[in-house]
């Protein structure tokens, strides 16, 4: 190995901005098992299989249906 290189005539990675990000999240810890069980099942690391279905997610343009109910005295 050389003492010094000479960096000057270097390019930027192109491929930098395509890298991951680290993130904290909360699961819930069913998700986090299933996630598991998949991967077990799979041989794929869980994260990359929920990065793999967030990904999905985001190419498809998939939207969460959410409907919020009022409680009801008799739900009480």
């Known amino acids: 190995m050389r003492k010094n ?10 491929y930098a901005n395509k890298l ?29 299989l929920i990065n793999l279905y967030l990904r999905d997610c985001a190419m498809e343009n998939k939207r969460l249906s959410l409907e919020w109910r009022p409680s009801t005295d008799s739900e009480q």
């Open 20 to 48: 991951k990000k680290q993130v904290t999240i909360r699961l819930d810890q069913g998700t986090v098992e299933f996630f598991k069980d998949l991967a077990e099942e799979t041989g794929i690391p869980y994260q990359t």
């Open 5 to 14: 290189y000479d960096f000057s005539g270097g390019k930027k990675n192109p």
